[in-house]
T-cell receptor, first 115, second 113 residues
């Protein structure tokens, strides 16, 4: 069983640039969630995708957007990067459903640094 | 809104000591509760979970009991090892929320030989 994989592992950008982060979900999982983890803090929910549709969003501005593909992999796009966007971005997959209590399985994250 | 509060770290212990990390929560419904562990440079790994009151989750010598009356889910281990050094996160997921997680700030645990 293949786990959640994320790419790239590290990325350095400058303010105002745009970035795309990628995530391959665990085999058999149809739901992908993205989290932002600032240094020394707990992860914060950005949004979730189920069957290629956004399925809930946290308190993040519209410059954070995403996609899910038919194979359930996903992208997180961030436009107009700001210094505060420096963080570890975590992708998690699960077998979804509103009443699902299946735990989320996390990738190792992408460390994004904004200069 | 929902929230999770954990004791602040770092918690520094000697090998074979007893570990407790306190976690309390505020939720509108009856959430599922989780402990995740994060080793340096890695993502989060599910350590244990409990889905209803009085359930006890356990894994790798760690235990936590879902206490509805005190809205708590404290993590315990009887004898820690150096390899348990990591950051531990308490989290909740509300019913019908598609598993979306609300995390605490994390507690760093350092175990010395």
């Amino acid at each position: 069983e293949t786990g959640v994989t994320q790419s790239p592992t590290h990325l350095i950008k400058t303010r105002g640039q745009q970035v795309t982060l990628r995530c391959s979900s665990q085999s058999g999982h149809n739901t992908v969630s993205w989290y932002q983890q600032a240094l020394g803090q707990g992860p914060q929910f950005i949004f979730q995708y189920y069957r290629e549709e956004e399925n809930g969003r946290g308190n993040f501005p519209p410059r954070f957007s995403g996609l899910q593909f038919p194979n359930y992999s996903s992208e997180l796009n961030v436009n107009a990067l700001e210094l505060d966007d420096s963080a570890l971005y975590l992708c998690a997959s699960s077998l979804g459903g509103a009443e699902s209590n299946q735990p989320q399985h996390f990738g190792d994250g992408t460390r994004l640094s904004i200069l | 809104g929902d929230s999770v509060t954990q004791m602040e770290g770092p918690v520094t212990l000697s090998e074979e000591a007893f570990l407790t990390i306190n976690c309390t929560y505020t939720a509108t419904g009856y959430p599922s509760l989780f402990w995740y562990v994060q080793y340096p440079g890695e993502g989060l790994q599910l350590l244990l979970k409990a889905t209803k009151a009085d359930d006890k989750g356990s894994n790798k010598g760690f235990e936590a009991t879902y206490r509805k009356e005190t809205t708590s889910f404290h993590l315990e281990k009887g004898s820690v090892q150096v390899s348990d050094s990591a950051v531990y996160f308490c989290a909740l997921s509300e019913p019908d929320s598609w598993g979306k997680l609300q995390f605490g700030a994390g507690t760093q645990v350092v175990v010395t030989p």
